[in-house]
C-alpha cells in the first residue's frame, strides 16, 4: 500500500515557525516530484510548493516565497516544508503530494492525509 504520511502541524503564533514532513512508504519517490499543498476553510486547494526529483529545482507559490523552503531526502523516502514567519492566512490543512507533473497539479497521483497548520493573530 503506498502511503504519503505528514507529520509537524500545530498551533503557532505569527512569526513563528514550524517544520512539516511527509514520509513515504509503499514504494520509492525518488523519480517522482514532491511537494505541498493547502487547504484553507473555504476555499479552493492551493499549491504551496514543489521540489523536483533531482532536488535541484524548486516552485514556490507567490505568497509564501522567502518564508518557506522545501527540501527532500531521496535516501528516506521524505520531503519537507521550513515555514518561517508564518502568517494568520497561512491557516490551512497542509497536504503532501507527489506526480509527474513540474509543479505538482491538482490531479497528482498520490496524497497524504494532511496536517492542520494554525497560527494564531
Known amino acids: 500500500q503506498v502511503q504519503l504520511v505528514e507529520s509537524g502541524g500545530g498551533l503557532v503564533q505569527a512569526g513563528g515557525s514550524l517544520r512539516l514532513s511527509c514520509a513515504g512508504s509503499?514504494?520509492?519517490?525518488?523519480?517522482?516530484?514532491m511537494g505541498w499543498f493547502r487547504q484553507a476553510p473555504g476555499k479552493e486547494r492551493e499549491l504551496v510548493a514543489t521540489?523536483?526529483?533531482?532536488?535541484?529545482?524548486?516552485y514556490y507559490a507567490d505568497s509564501v516565497k522567502g518564508r518557506f523552503t522545501i527540501s527532500r531526502d531521496n535516501g528516506k523516502n521524505t520531503v519537507s516544508l521550513q515555514m518561517n514567519n508564518l502568517k494568520p492566512e497561512d491557516t490551512a490543512v497542509y497536504y503532501c503530494a507527489a506526480g509527474n507533473s513540474y509543479p505538482l497539479a491538482l490531479n497528482s497521483d498520490y496524497w497524504g492525509q494532511g496536517t492542520q497548520v494554525t497560527v494564531s493573530s
Open positions: 521540489i523536483s526529483w533531482t532536488g535541484y529545482h524548486t
Open positions: 509503499g514504494r520509492t519517490f525518488s523519480r517522482t516530484h
